[in-house]
């Protein structure tokens, strides 16, 4: 085992980086966009992460995708997969602040694709993942994610906790539980991961098309090896959630200790279509209008997690 990850690792090493040419042109210089000051790339460095993915129920997961050109990635066996990554972002142009995503992987196109070769082919099949909820620490990512991304950010409580054995987080919003969830620490692989993740959105009737560029050492588990525990709360925010069938055991586990990551200031969006007229989808443009730039966060999360089944 450890020959094939060392293997691994000095094949992963070899990978050049993802970020694109022009970010890296564009090193120090600056932007002021709806009054937020960025240095240009858009990234952040230090950044410790967790991520796990569900199985769920496919038929139940297209229902909660816009539009008629995301479908869910399919798994053998039928089933569709939900993505929960946790990210503590300890520097930023915008400060620090917890971003709490929860995603269900998809492709974008004309038809759903077959099982397993949107991860193979991601740039064929367009795959990426539709985020259904992103709660955030601070205003200011508020603002910046969901004006100029066209993210679903809210402000929320939120926490990020690493023990020897466990990542954690969760994810509070009016004194109601939004998710809960802590994986345990995969074994030590180090693999270095070089990455670019694309994530689709709705905003203001329209889809929004982002890229996210990773760089670190990932510590990864798959299948039994991977342990994790979520919990879903009763937030209005997560409620479509609850008819997915989420399964108990995850995919696989991820956690990264300290990576480096670049959200690509180019992104793109389509108008999202429907057969009735008058139906929109994400929230309006006056969610955003008159929202400050404050980095102060609200109160940790209080509850008392084992009261939730």
């Given at each position: ?46 950044t ?5 993915g ?7 997961a ?14 053998p ?7 929960v ?10 400060g ?8 269900l ?29 992103l ?31 466990t ?64 919990v ?8 479509a ?11 696989f ?35 955003v ?21």
């Amino acid at each position: 085992m450890n020959r094939i990850l060392d293997l691994a690792r000095l094949g992963l090493s070899a990978l050049p980086s993802p970020v694109p040419r022009r970010q890296r042109r564009l090193a120090g210089r600056h932007s002021l966009v709806d009054g937020i000051p960025f240095e240009l790339p858009v990234d952040s460095v230090d950044t410790p992460a967790l991520m796990a993915g569900f199985p769920v129920d496919a038929a139940a997961a297209a229902r909660l995708l816009p539009g008629d050109e995301l479908h869910p990635v399919t798994l053998p066996g039928g089933r569709g997969l939900l993505v929960v990554t946790v990210v503590n972002y300890l520097r930023t142009d915008i400060g620090r602040y917890i971003e709490f995503s929860i995603a269900l992987a998809c492709t974008h196109g004309s038809r759903p694709a077959p099982p397993l070769l949107p991860g193979l082919l991601r740039g064929a099949f367009r795959t990426g993942q539709y985020v259904v909820d992103l709660p955030v620490s601070s205003e200011i990512s508020v603002k910046g994610g969901k004006g100029i991304w066209g993210m679903p950010k809210h402000r929320a409580s939120l926490d990020f906790k690493v023990s020897d054995r466990t990542v954690s987080s969760q994810y509070e919003v009016g004194g109601r539980l939004g998710m809960f969830i802590e994986i345990q620490r995969p074994p030590a692989t180090a693999l270095p991961v070089k990455a670019s993740a694309v994530n689709y959105c709705a905003f203001r009737g329209m889809l929004m098309k982002s890229t996210v560029y990773l760089d670190g050492p990932a510590d990864v588990a798959v299948g039994r090896r991977a342990r994790a525990r979520l919990v879903l709360g009763d937030a209005p925010q997560v409620a479509a959630l609850h008819g997915l069938g989420i399964a108990d055991d995850p995919l696989f586990t991820l956690f990264l200790p300290s990576a480096q990551g670049v959200l690509d200031d180019h992104f793109e969006c389509w108008f999202l279509t429907s057969g009735e007229p008058g139906r929109t989808y994400g929230e309006a443009l006056d969610s955003v209008v008159g929202l400050g730039i404050s980095q102060e966060w609200p109160p940790p999360p209080r509850l008392d997690v084992g009261a939730h089944p």
